[in-house]
């Protein structure tokens, strides 16, 4: 990728006055004046700044202090300097506050190969930037917003709109991501000891908060290849669960897409039923091939979508949405008030921008992954030869199938080692998936390696079919951040 | 008070190179710098700007372009052109935007004379300012903060060890309000059909949250001075409730303060038991006279304590806290999961920056409080002589008694006016309250005189002792906003 350069004269106009801008020594005062262009966002990020000679001639000052603002930049965080592409502009990285923030955090050696996510893209500050501004307007309101902000619905809405489903702002009602969005509809529509439906394998937390809620979870398991079609609609007859919880779109942690036909009996099943489908759309935007021609999304009284801005833009970001009937999000609205109050208008603001338009952040964010995945499949193969796993259709991880039912075992080995593990039996209930592992493929290539070395370490040869011949491709690792 | 002015060579050297920095007309430029300035607090907020005529000699220009400047900003809400004081900084209000924001939404006509909130004041934007300009260095890190990040929990640390409580931030854990964290502890700590203790009356979104989670609820009176030592403690002994929820500190909606020997009785009477105290500390703050010689709080292995931005702020800023002991902390973690995951950092940032220096912003919201509470405790007493309302020692409103029970029917009158009104029976269980309306001191003078005229006219002369003389006061109301 070229890197965008900036001239000294277009710097030069956008800096404006920046020497009357601050008291103090005319070094810090660049410096003061570059670091506000790049925290608006009226500098891009990773944009190559003028050498120090051609800027200093242009703003009439002396080479050293040009030097001097870039060194205090640079400490900062602000710039970062490389060997060929020179001083790029950046942002404050958690390495240099020294907390402990990184997904692999340096100074314990910890990796944390249990979680799947990903670092915020540049778009994100830019969004809250915006979303900033647009603030004040909300300041003379009580700032309670049960519902959700309008900005935020109608962004929301605009993005089913685009997939072919009618949608006002309505039929959306803002949560604190998806988890949340599922404690709520728990909550209001289901009683303790009512049954829902999962897929099994599912994501951990909602098996979690399905249990917190005094419900049974009722499992259907998913087959290599994807839903049974059968063994749904039978538990849809023979259970009548109150509610089920499907990951359609990428499926977590498998990467499975549902087939439109067994979307299609699904709701039908459900139609006159008193089942309440709840599809999880976290995943939706994250496809690692070309873009999918996801089915047209149907509607139906009892269809409910549950959104999120974590996977697809930031953890940090910490909102999502319920996409349902009005006569529902009516429901919901009301028992909100017994779990919380609503969510932060800034977040529901910035949120919007990146429904709206996200600066290419989704593209950027489905590239690196695409190049992590097939990364991760290409040393899982040479280390765990005997491993199973496949590229998914998208997503944030694989779902890689051990020879033996080993998993909590290999998992526990590998946490001693400063290697955390989700072990199979995670996703599922009963003491299922002992054969198998996620895998995220969100962490820069260097770790996966790490990762996968202290995988392939404990996991000994003797329970692998072939000779760990990891060692020789450790050595050209790429690093994908 | 004093209007700050800015001087036309100061605001020439805070603007840089304006006519720069944007395309377009040098009217546009203008604007664009000075809101600017205003939006990232370098111009802070009604700050009388320089006439249009120095201005336009300071800068160079014609006057007619800083005039035009002038009106684009007025037109955007960021100055406020005021007959004696001249233009001001400020920032849009929601009745520039057309959004049905304000708590008296002027289209509809309606008064919410239900909710007990405040708009925020100007500190909240500048918090969140400088939140943005911190917030970058969490970017690479992946923004789940199940317990809190760092800075926001050291900052509530330090406001409880300003109180003389030690607490170290393994004591704070992040909500999305104080309404959020008693859900979470309820979720923790209690199973359905436990016994919960609460004030009564009590702060209805509690009692609403107590029985979502299937508990009883366990309503100990108040007496019109206070708690009655003897029934709450015959309540502990007898009842063995699994959690008491008491609002010590300026009780909603009454307004009063326990005291340090019941909190004292209260600590030794839970201490080996397996009750857990909450304190809900939302309204500990708002106190109407001189600051309170709050009792020292005491620290227990089984008091908890919860805390909230939104009253003592901003509503919108929708973050607040459990402190609590680690062990407790641990376990709430834990269980967080099945509800969410986590608070936005950005929140968390800008709450922090507000905890360790709020600029005067609690000090005007309590001179602004202790204006509107007088002034509508004068309008009451006038209007409706009968009722009984006392000025309560901290808080947003008035506890108002009637003569005769018709709290219910009269609130629904009212609201076939446009007046919502929260009647006694929404802050007990069982039908109390009935001789009770709760009135808050929040919205300007002349909303709260169209809301208690609108009252006096419902409560017919028939139900009151004197005549209804409310019109002669209603001319010389003040606008409190």
Redesign the interface.
């Known amino acids: 990728m070229a890197t965008r350069i900036i001239s000294a004269s277009s710097l030069l106009?956008?800096?404006?006055?920046?020497r009357?801008?601050t008291v103090g020594p005319a070094y810090q005062a660049l410096a003061v004046g570059l670091r506000?262009l790049i925290?608006?966002g009226r500098l891009p990020l990773a944009v190559r700044l003028p050498g120090e000679r051609s800027l200093a001639k242009a703003l009439g000052i002396s080479r050293t202090t040009v030097s001097a603002a870039f060194a205090q930049l640079e400490n900062d965080?602000f710039v970062q300097k490389h060997e060929r592409s020179g001083a790029l502009t950046a942002?404050?990285?958690?390495?240099?506050?020294g907390?402990a923030?990184?997904?692999h955090d340096r100074e314990s050696g910890v990796i944390d190969f249990a979680?799947a996510?990903?670092?915020?893209g540049p778009q994100?500050?830019a969004a809250?930037?915006k979303a900033?501004?647009a603030?004040?307007?909300?300041?003379?309101?009580?700032?309670?917003?049960p519902l959700g902000c309008?900005e935020f619905r109608e962004a929301v809405a605009e993005r089913y709109r685009r997939e072919g489903l009618a949608t006002s702002c309505n039929h959306v009602m803002a949560t604190?991501?998806a988890?949340?969005g599922l404690?709520l509809l728990l909550?209001t529509f289901v009683r303790?000891l009512d049954r829902v439906l999962i897929d099994h394998p599912t994501y951990p937390?909602a098996i979690?908060?399905i249990?917190?809620?005094?419900c049974r979870p009722l499992p259907v398991p998913l087959t290599p290849s994807g839903w049974d079609d059968e063994a749904i609609m039978a538990a849809m007859r023979g259970e009548a669960p109150r509610l089920a919880y499907i990951i359609a779109d990428h499926h977590n942690p498998t990467g499975l897409v549902m087939q439109a036909t067994t979307r299609q009996r699904l709701t039908t099943q459900a139609t006159g039923s008193d089942t309440i489908i709840v599809y999880d759309e976290t995943m939706r935007d994250l496809w690692l091939g070309n873009e999918p021609g996801f089915p047209k999304p149907q509607d139906a009284h009892h269809i409910v979508r549950l959104g999120s801005m974590?996977k697809s833009f930031?953890?940090?970001?910490?909102?999502g949405w319920i996409r349902a009937h009005p006569d529902l999000i009516k429901k919901l609205v009301e028992?909100r008030?017994?779990?919380?109050?609503?969510?932060?208008?800034?977040?529901q603001l910035a949120a919007a921008e990146l429904l709206l338009d996200d600066g290419g952040a989704l593209d950027a964010r489905r590239t690196l992954l695409r190049g992590r995945c097939d990364y991760l499949l290409g040393i899982v193969r040479d280390a765990l030869p005997s491993w199973r796993a496949h590229r998914p259709e998208g997503g944030l991880s694989l779902w890689a199938e051990l020879p033996r039912p080993i998993a909590t075992g290999l998992g526990d080995k590998c946490g001693e080692l400063g290697l955390h593990l989700a072990a199979g039996p995670r996703f599922g209930i009963g003491g299922a998936f002992e054969r198998f592992i996620r895998l995220p493929f969100t962490l820069p290539g260097k770790e996966m390696a790490r990762a996968v070395s202290i995988l392939a370490n404990v996991y000994r040869p003797d329970h692998s079919t072939g000779r760990p011949n990891y060692r020789n491709r450790s050595r050209d690792v790429a690093d994908f951040y």
Not at 13 to 18: D, I, T, V
Not at 92 to 97: C, H, L, T, V
Not at 117 to 120: F, I, K
Not at 211 to 214: E, I, M, R, V
């Open positions: 106009r956008r800096l404006g006055s920046w009357q801008a506000l925290l608006d965080g942002l404050p990285s958690a390495s240099s506050r907390g923030l990184l997904t979680t996510t990903m670092p915020a994100v500050h809250y930037a900033l501004a603030l004040p307007a909300y300041f003379p309101g009580h700032g309670y917003e309008r604190h991501g988890q949340n404690a909550r303790p937390n979690d908060a249990l917190a809620a005094g974590s930031w953890g940090g970001l910490r909102i028992a008030a017994s779990l919380d109050l609503g969510v932060p208008i800034l977040e």
